[in-house]
């Protein structure tokens, strides 16, 4: 059965999400929809209550406890990209976050970030194409400069709405994934399957992401700030409007293992976060 | 030894983007230590190494957000790798 939360931010949306999960026998789902606005205000005080409750529940990821914060900067590293650059703001990002990457690995092996995925996908360009070799010389492509691009020139010529797909996962990693970044270079046609799906409609740039399993207290609210903050940029690098964030998990879980009063808990904790911003607001 | 904090600050101006006199208006009004997020840590770390020709300088176990998220701890950090290596 499939479910859809339609909301107004990503906290918000956090929290439906969750009552909906929670009230659920099993606290999981298939095919979960959640979709907010990409410009929604984000409630840092939100990943702070999360973060407590991370921490007050021991809920380590090899060992480490992943912050909200950490979390989103796997997809989109905030604190690196400086719009006030204009024109060179996207090169800067790119630059400085190939050097994080070395720090990264240093510390972390093999171990890819999301982000990283995005910018230094991993392929084998065919040495007798010149455009291979052009898109990645280093045998790596920066997919999300080369939608930027493209989407850039589509805003202003044949505003094709659907060719700009972006593939995290990698053919090895043990998934089904049909898109293959370098091959399938055509703008039109197969293949229509992806990670992730920018959608340029109205001169707003929309982003659908597909997880194949989402954990919704220790990923799920990074999750949806790190991919606002990637819609963000990639609308402000197009010069499209900000358009809505859909997160669908083929499969979702609350997490409920934790112990449904505790994860009850935390969700009544958050909900309070937004009536008191609430009242704050409008009084 | 060659000053690591006005190494790392222009560093941290070239990964922000802004002038240095900028950033050091931003040192002067939070009390001489400014937070820095864990990416900026690491990439101003990494350019750091490169700049002093120190690659490997940091270790796996430095990369803390203790160590990592203010210019003063970073700071202190590179100044303790670099004596324990030798530097300059």
Not at chain 1, 160 to 184: C, F, N, T, W
Request: charged share 25%; aromatic share 6%; glycine share 8%.
């Amino acid at each position: 059965m499939a479910y859809l939360i339609d909301s107004t931010s990503p906290s918000q949306a956090w929290v439906e999400a969750m009552e909906t999960l929670i009230g659920l026998r099993t606290g999981k789902a298939v095919n979960f929809n959640v979709a907010f606005p990409g410009d929604a205000e984000e409630h840092p005080e939100m990943a702070h209550v999360i973060d407590d409750f991370l921490v007050e529940h021991d809920l380590r990821h090899e060992r480490e406890i992943l912050a909200v914060e950490t979390v989103a900067n796997t997809i989109f590293p905030q604190a690196l990209y400086h719009p006030h650059l204009g024109d060179q703001a996207a090169a800067l990002l790119y630059e400085n976050y190939e050097l994080s990457m070395r720090m990264h690995r240093r510390r972390k092996g093999g171990k890819d970030t999301y982000f990283n995925r995005l910018t230094a996908y991993p392929v084998s360009p065919d040495p007798t194409k010149p455009r291979d070799l052009e898109l990645a010389p280093e045998g790596t492509l920066n997919q999300l400069d080369l939608h930027v691009q493209r989407m850039r020139k589509q805003r202003n010529s044949a505003h094709l709405s659907s060719s700009y797909e972006i593939g995290v996962s990698h053919p090895v990693d043990g998934e089904l994934r049909v898109q293959a970044p370098l091959r399938d270079k055509s703008m039109t046609g197969f293949p229509c399957l992806s990670h992730i799906s920018l959608t340029l409609a109205d001169d707003a740039v929309h982003l659908t992401a597909t997880y194949r399993n989402q954990t919704f207290i220790t990923r799920a609210y990074g999750n949806y700030l790190g991919l606002s903050r990637l819609l963000r940029f990639i609308a402000n690098e197009t010069g499209a409007r900000v358009g809505e964030v859909e997160v669908v998990a083929t499969h979702a879980d609350a997490e409920l293992k934790i112990g449904p009063p505790a994860v009850r808990g935390l969700v009544d904790r958050c909900r309070g976060e937004f009536a008191t911003r609430a009242l704050v607001a409008h009084a | 030894m060659t000053d690591t904090k006005g190494m790392l600050l222009d560093q941290l101006a070239l990964v922000r983007g802004r002038d240095r006199t900028h950033l050091d208006s931003q040192l002067d009004a939070a009390g001489g230590d400014l937070e820095i997020d864990s990416k900026e840590g690491q990439t101003v770390a990494m350019r750091m190494e490169l700049l002093l020709g120190m690659e490997g300088l940091i270790r796996p176990e430095d990369q803390t957000r203790t160590n990592l998220t203010t210019v003063q701890s970073l700071e202190r950090l590179i100044e303790r790798r670099r004596t324990e290596r030798g530097g300059d």
